[in-house]
């Protein structure tokens, strides 16, 4: 079996929250998730922890294009790597310039300060995966799943018994139980992340590893408390968004809803920091309300 070493890209001052995964091989390390372009340094240092340089890195594999997975993916390319990406977010990588528009009207003053650079990926260190593609990197063996809901540019990988989950199975802080479902605009739809997540836990996996973070040897009901979670967040919607609330009143609201998820699952406070700094809620505040308005309002009314 192949070993799978987790390095811990201590975003912003937090342990275990933000992960990118190193896959040995023999001339190198593949690499899932690049992390942000505000942790280069960090993954740099973590590398040279296990004796790689960031040249080393052959080939890597982002599972989507959101600024805190595959922001240093133009700076691993420029020193050599190959990037792997779902087809949809391929032309992002090509030209950020789009993605970095919309990831500054979430994230406002505070975008530099969180990501860091962004730099575009050359177009032949750059390769679009669809559902079902297998990538060979030496002995290493990669498959491509397709698993929209969190956003449609989305690929979970099986990688022998290991799903790398990206978002879509969710947000489990090391040294948690508690699962949350991050849920950004514009693409969040929460029917097809069921569905996601239905067709993770059919797969012939011993381990999960979520981005943020940590490898998992309880698959199934890792992924059985993150149906329970989009359960219940599906119920608030219904009972919250009918009023048409305001943007900030629905923050306001979403916000003590997970502040008392968190209480009652007995979160400390640097606990719920630490999933507020990968999982912000007045992100997911902004995905639930394009999500009403695009997705349950536009079926209600055909
Ligand atoms: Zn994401």
């Not at 040995?24 to 040279?48: F, I, K, M, R, Y």
């Not at 559902?131 to 690929?155: F, I, K, S, Y």
């Not at 408390?225 to 219940?232: K, T, Y």
Request: glycine share 6%; net charge negative.
């Amino acid at each position: 079996m192949e070993s799978i070493i987790p390095l811990d890209l201590n975003f912003q001052g937090f342990p275990g929250v933000i992960a990118a995964y190193l896959l040995p091989h023999t001339h190198g390390a593949a690499l899932v998730e690049s992390g942000p372009g505000s942790t280069q340094d960090a993954l740099q240092n973590a590398l040279a922890v296990h004796g790689f340089l960031p040249a080393d890195i052959t080939d890597l594999f982002l599972t989507h294009i959101h600024l805190d997975h595959a922001g240093a993916a133009g700076w691993l390319a420029n020193q050599g790597a190959h990037v792997y990406v779902h087809e949809a977010g391929a032309p992002h990588l090509l030209d950020p310039t789009k993605l970095l528009a919309s990831a500054r009207r979430i994230y406002g003053e505070h975008m530099d300060a969180l990501w860091g650079e962004f730099l575009p990926v050359p177009a032949d260190r750059l390769t679009a995966l669809r559902d079902e593609d297998v990538v060979q990197v030496g002995r290493l063996c990669l498959r491509a799943l397709d698993t929209p809901g969190h956003a449609n540019h989305h690929m979970a990988y099986l990688f022998e018994d290991v799903i790398f989950s990206g978002d879509i199975g969710g947000v489990r802080v090391r040294g948690l139980e508690t699962i949350s479902v991050p849920m950004p605009p514009p693409e969040l739809h929460l029917e097809k992340w069921r569905q996601s997540a239905a067709r993770l836990a059919a797969l012939p996996a011993q381990r999960i590893a979520p981005t943020h973070f940590g490898l998992y040897s309880d698959p199934a009901n890792h992924l059985a408390r993150l149906v329970s979670r989009l359960e219940a967040i599906s119920s608030w919607i219904e009972q919250a968004m009918p009023s048409n609330p305001a943007p900030d009143q629905l923050e306001h609201a979403y916000t003590a809803w997970v502040q008392e998820q968190d209480r009652s699952a007995g979160l400390s406070a640097e606990q719920s920091q630490a999933v507020e700094s990968v999982n912000p809620a007045y992100m997911s505040a902004a995905g639930i309300q394009r999500y009403w308005q695009k997705i349950r309002q536009a079926k209600a009314e055909t």
